[in-house]
């Protein structure tokens, strides 16, 4: 585990346009998806290594089949694995991913085996925490089962109105795994959580909503999710970077 008295901030970017952003405004780590606008999905090979090539920054791959929850079918499971064994080759710094059972309890053999097969590479157990059914249970089978960062909002829907549980995540765990805060976090809050819960470890995607360059628009036709302009695309903000990157730096002087 890295140095417990240093502040670190992982950008979720899903575009090399956004990659850059983000290692420009300070980010110490991307994690990388596609589709962040559904949450992430796992990114294609070819986005990996545009993005190897534009930063030098540290590379997370998150492995989501699709949009939804984390329940897979068999095949969905091996496609994970194929993707673990890609982007290891490609030379990805760490996976990023999470299965629950259909009680909602850490689906820990698959977990097991996802650690096996990721090995030498970092594991983050993401957001699927949060929808469990137990996050303190999900936590210890995470430590259990080799899992290196525990991404959670808290059992809520921002890390701001998980502050408790994050709390009890650091308090009961953060001796044994890094517990990272993700979700509505910025740099306005960031302090706060910390004071609040402990944590060190953030996560943020720092976007912001870029109008399209296209000329001729046809708004009569939707080809994703109703309420979604299709000529807005979704960018990180270098100064919200930036200004998060900041706060961590005056946290950790202090």
Known sequence: MRDKNRFFLEVCVDSAESAIEAQAGGADRLELCADLVIGGTTPSEALFRRVRRAVDLPIHVMIRPRFGDFLYSEHEYQIMLDCIDSFKKLGADGIVTGLLRPDGILDFERMRQIRDRSDGLNLTLH???????????????????????????????????????????????????????????????????????????????????????????NEQVSMGIPGFSEYMVIRTDREQVRKAAEECHRLAKH
């Open 127 to 217: 957001r699927a925490i949060d929808m469990s059914s137990d996050p303190s249970d999900t936590a210890e089978k995470a430590v259990k089962c080799g899992v290196d960062i525990v991404l959670t909002s808290g059992h809520a829907d921002t890390a701001y109105a998980g502050i408790p549980v994050i709390r009890n995540l650091v308090n009961s765990f953060g001796d044994k795994i890094e517990i990272m805060a993700g979700s509505g976090v910025n740099e306005k809050n960031i302090a706060e959580i910390h004071e609040l819960t402990g944590v060190r470890n953030f996560h943020l995607s720092g976007k912001k909503n870029v109008k399209s360059g296209m000329v001729y628009r």
